[in-house]
């Protein structure tokens, strides 16, 4: 399987910036997309950004302007810089990759499955 690793979120004043990242590791033989989803108390889970191996990339209109999505091919990692915080940020933000990786279970040994994974949440608080 893919595991994913959150990093960089945290408490921060509106206005302020922090930096996300999340670094994929396992059997992977390639990440066709990163990206970065948020869920807000009593919210659904919405995309925030979204970034393909071909560098195609995809932002929530209320984040347009102020973060920015890149990713490191050679690293599985994908960041999220967000600049000019707003409250209404505040959220636990998930990264998700999709891909594929090469089985290592009983049954499925040495197969290339596709994979979509998800990193454990990362908690970001913008205050007031």
């Known amino acids: 399987q893919v595991q994913l690793v959150e990093s960089g979120g945290g408490l921060v004043q509106a206005g302020g910036s922090l930096r996300l990242s999340c670094a994929a590791s396992?059997?992977?033989?390639?990440?066709?997309?990163m990206g970065w989803y948020r869920q807000a108390p009593g919210k659904q889970r919405e995309l925030v950004a979204a970034?393909?191996?071909?560098?195609?990339?995809n932002y929530a209109d209320s984040v347009k302007g102020r973060f920015t999505i890149s990713r490191d091919n050679a690293k599985n990692t994908v960041y999220l810089q967000m600049n000019s915080l707003k409250p209404e940020d505040t959220a636990v933000y998930y990264c998700?990759?999709?891909?594929?990786?090469?089985?290592?279970?009983?049954?499925?040994?040495?197969?290339?499955?596709?994979?979509?994974?998800w990193g454990q949440g990362t908690q970001v608080t913008v205050s007031s």
């Open positions: 998700n990759a999709k891909g594929l990786y090469v089985c290592s279970a009983y049954g499925c040994a040495g197969r290339v499955l596709d994979f979509d994974s």
């Open positions: 396992g059997s992977i033989v390639s990440i066709n997309a």
């Open positions: 970034i393909t191996s071909g560098g195609s990339i």
